[in-house]
């Protein structure tokens, strides 16, 4: 009978710069987003914690404690990890424009790939652990694994896709290679096999947006997967994992509320009030308030990355499993609000 342990955290991207480049969304945003109010790139017109947290600096100092709380979450789930010493990993995490693409969109897939190769400094500047820009990095993935759980899931009514080989990008996309670069923040290593299930977070905006801030088309696509149905999924990944013989970890990577998708707070903050009612339904492991939840809603509320934690709040579910909070990081500036947990 297998053991499973749940883990939940961020793949934030402006992590991986040094705070000093100020390479944060909030400035990216602020320079090429044609849509914001000419008066709503005046600080004076933001809320006021959302000024205090830019401060005089363009939020650096607020960076620092930003990153600081991030990488001691990082570090308490790499010690619980490590202590459970799983066969593989399970991923859950958003293809924002990489392998879906025009040329097929799935709800979900499964990667079965035998290892994954990835470059992800190739095309930055600077990053912030100074590796060469031409560093790869090796992953092992878990073919068989990868194939037990598609055929699992399967025989339990979702209709699976799976890949062994990329269509466009090569080795992973971004939420999966920074949740490894995460786990591994300290560079001691990553000898966990991998097998990555992308979730197609983004819907209908998954080829208008073409996996950044900036609109491409103004056609909406067809929605992604409901939160229920990502529930469900979830739900079926621990009954299909819990019948294997091996011990599983099921890590959800996202940041919740992403500012540069909510229109109401004309794409600079993230949807406080909403990620803090997720975060209190999470928190007294309510989890089906979850599964309550319209895609409207979680369009509404920028929370369209919170899919991937929808999977593992399903799989918690079936488990029984009660989260352990390690933190619930606030900002107005840094794009979104981030938890971070381990689920027993």
Request: aromatic share 12%; with cysteine.
């Amino acid at each position: 009978m297998a053991e499973i342990l749940g883990l939940g955290l961020t793949h934030y991207p402006a992590l991986t710069a040094p705070d000093e480049d100020r390479s944060f969304p909030l400035t990216r945003t602020l320079k090429g987003n044609q849509r914001i109010p000419q008066e709503m790139k005046n600080p004076s017109a933001w809320p006021e914690p959302m000024r205090v947290e830019y401060g005089e600096d363009e939020g650096y100092t607020s960076s620092l404690e930003h990153r600081a709380r991030l990488v001691a979450g990082f570090r308490r789930i790499r010690e619980e990890l490590d202590a459970f010493n799983p066969d593989f990993v399970v991923i859950w995490g958003d293809d924002q424009y990489e392998n879906f693409r025009e040329d097929i969109i799935p709800p979900f897939c499964v990667l079965a790939y035998d290892d994954f190769e990835c470059q992800p400094f190739a095309h930055r500047q600077r990053n912030f652990w100074g590796e060469p820009k031409d560093k790869t990095f090796k992953y092992a993935g878990h073919k068989e694994g990868a194939r037990a759980l598609a055929s699992g899931l399967i025989d339990r009514g979702v209709d699976m896709a799976y890949a062994y080989q990329p269509l466009h990008e090569p080795g992973l996309g971004h939420a999966i290679l920074n949740t490894l670069l995460y786990l591994d923040y300290d560079r001691k290593g990553f000898d966990y096999p991998v097998v990555p299930m992308l979730v197609n977070c983004y819907g209908s905006r998954v080829i208008r947006n073409r996996g950044g801030s900036e609109e491409h088309s103004p056609d909406p696509d067809p929605p992604g997967p409901s939160p229920k149905r990502c529930m469900q999924v979830g739900a079926a990944t621990a009954e299909a994992l819990k019948e294997s013989p091996w011990r599983v970890a099921l890590i959800a990577s996202s940041s919740w509320s992403h500012a540069f998708l909510v229109e109401k707070n004309y794409w600079l903050w993230p949807d406080i009030e909403s990620d803090r009612a997720r975060f209190e339904e999470l928190k007294a492991g309510d989890y089906q308030a979850w599964s309550r939840l319209s895609t409207e809603q979680v369009e509404d509320a920028g929370q369209q990355e919170m899919l991937n934690w929808m999977c593992l709040a399903g799989a918690m579910d079936k488990l029984d499993y009660q989260p352990e909070i390690l933190d619930y990081i606030e900002t107005y500036v840094f794009n979104s609000n981030k938890c971070l947990a381990i689920f027993k």
